[in-house]
C-alpha cells in the first residue's frame, strides 16, 4: 500500500499521469521519421495544452510547459525545410 491507496490504483494514476509523457515521446519517435510532421505534432501539443488549461494559469506556465513543445516542433520544421534545399 502506498499511504491510503492501494497498488492497482497506483498504477492507474500513475499511467494517467504519464499519458503527456507518451505523447510527446510518440511525437518524438514520429518526428525522427518524418520531421515535418512531428513538427506539427509538437506545435500541436503545445497549442493544445495552452488551449485546454487557458486561465487556470500565470502566463509563465504556458511558457515553461508549452515553450519547448513549440521551439522544438519549430527546429523540427525549420530542418525539414534546409533538407529540402
Request: charged content about 10%; glycine content about 12%.
Amino acid at each position: 500500500m502506498f499511504g491510503e491507496y492501494k497498488f492497482p490504483e497506483v498504477l492507474i494514476a500513475l499511467f494517467m499521469h504519464l499519458v503527456p509523457t507518451y505523447l510527446v515521446l510518440g511525437a518524438l519517435l514520429v518526428a525522427w521519421k518524418w520531421e515535418k510532421i512531428g513538427g506539427i505534432l509538437f506545435l500541436g501539443l503545445g497549442l493544445f495544452y495552452i488551449i485546454m488549461s487557458w486561465g487556470r494559469f500565470p502566463g509563465m506556465t504556458y511558457l515553461i510547459i508549452s515553450g519547448p513543445l513549440i521551439v522544438i516542433g519549430t527546429l523540427f520544421l525549420i530542418n525539414s525545410i534546409k533538407k529540402k534545399n
